[in-house]
């Protein structure tokens, strides 16, 4: 009767570990498709649909600068998106903007749901929020042309196929150094 027992509570223990194992493994999964980029981008676009349902019910109340000041946002911080992808496949010097782009992209989100907010019903706040946004396309753009513009430099360190020659060449100069200084002296 006591191995029974004991049979049942390793069992039981199994099942529960499994069980727990399955729940975070599920956490998990949804934590990283609610944070993945792609989530993020379909909730916008369902959202500007919902702008552009606004504007075509009511267009006499619709606020149609907030409405593209919005998608110039989006627009905006997706070619950024871009631009530091591009640069970081082509090893471009990035300095801080991968560290400030999360910030950046924040900003972004919300100053474009703020002015998606105000296109379908106004409140009277249009005009900080029109300041605000352009002060910060002024931003993404700077930091655009300058990741552009690293990215057009060539690679410091260049490619694989160059260091490796070099490398070669290196050894080839080490090697000789080498046997200059263990060759025995001949004498003349």
Known sequence: ??????????????????????????????????????????????????TAVAVVRNPARADRASAALAARITSASMTLQREVTA??????????????????????????????????????????LHEAAQAHLAVVADVTGAVRASAALPAAHGSAAAEAARAAADLRAWTDAYRELTRPDVPS
């Open 87 to 128: 640069a970081r496949r082509a090893q471009a010097h990035l300095g801080d903007v991968p560290e400030v782009l999360p910030q950046l992209t924040d900003e972004g989100y919300a100053l474009a749901r703020a002015l998606r907010g105000e296109a379908a019903a106004p409140t009277g706040r249009a005009g900080a």
């Open 1 to 50: 009767m006591e191995l029974l027992l004991v049979l049942v509570v390793v069992a039981l223990l199994a099942v529960a570990g499994v069980v727990a194992g399955g729940v975070v493994l599920t956490r998990r999964a949804v934590r990283a498709v609610q944070a993945s980029p792609a989530l993020r981008r379909g909730r916008e676009l369902t959202q500007y649909a919902g």
